[in-house]
């Protein structure tokens, strides 16, 4: 019974659109301040100063590309894959800082919605990698741009 409801193409499609959404909502915030964002990388002092910026660039653009691909449905499990990989990431980063003390916000929004890292980010961050995986395993073409059969 589980495994048909895991299945079903929508929630598969559900769980695409929330993560795609998730991350556009992240990636647009992040885009139109790349200063502030450059700043909450900063903060988690765990790369040189001469590569924050190339990731307070890249990252989300990342984030915005992979989300619209997602959203459409256009190579689901590789964007899944990105996604989950920025995500373990991102939980590896909050988990260090947390770790060495540090009280600092998380950037995971730009500085729409100023949020302190903790155990609540990595568990959110964790519940966005579950999902992520999920589409990872399952895929999810119900309604997409690809031309898979269903």
Same mark, same amino acid.
């Given at each position: ?9 929508? &929630?598969? &499609? ?54 619209? &691909? ?81």
């Amino acid at each position: 019974m589980i495994i048909k409801i895991l299945n079903n193409k929508y &929630l598969l &499609l559900a769980g695409r659109i929330v993560l795609a959404f998730v991350f556009l909502y992240a990636a647009y915030f992040k885009i139109s301040n790349p200063e502030s964002f450059a700043q909450s990388i900063s903060n988690y002092r765990l790369l040189p100063l001469s590569l924050v910026n190339i990731f307070a660039i890249s990252i989300p653009w990342i984030e915005f590309v992979t989300a619209i &691909l997602l959203l459409f449905g256009i190579a689901v499990r590789e964007n899944s894959l990105i996604i989950s990989s920025l995500l373990l990431i991102f939980i590896f980063a909050i988990g260090i800082s947390l770790i060495r003390g540090l009280n600092i916000d998380c950037g995971c929004f730009g500085t729409v919605a100023e949020s302190k890292i903790g155990i609540q980010k990595i568990l959110e961050n964790i519940g966005l990698l579950i999902l992520g995986l999920w589409l990872v395993i399952k895929d999810s073409v119900h309604f997409s741009l690809s031309h898979h059969k269903n």
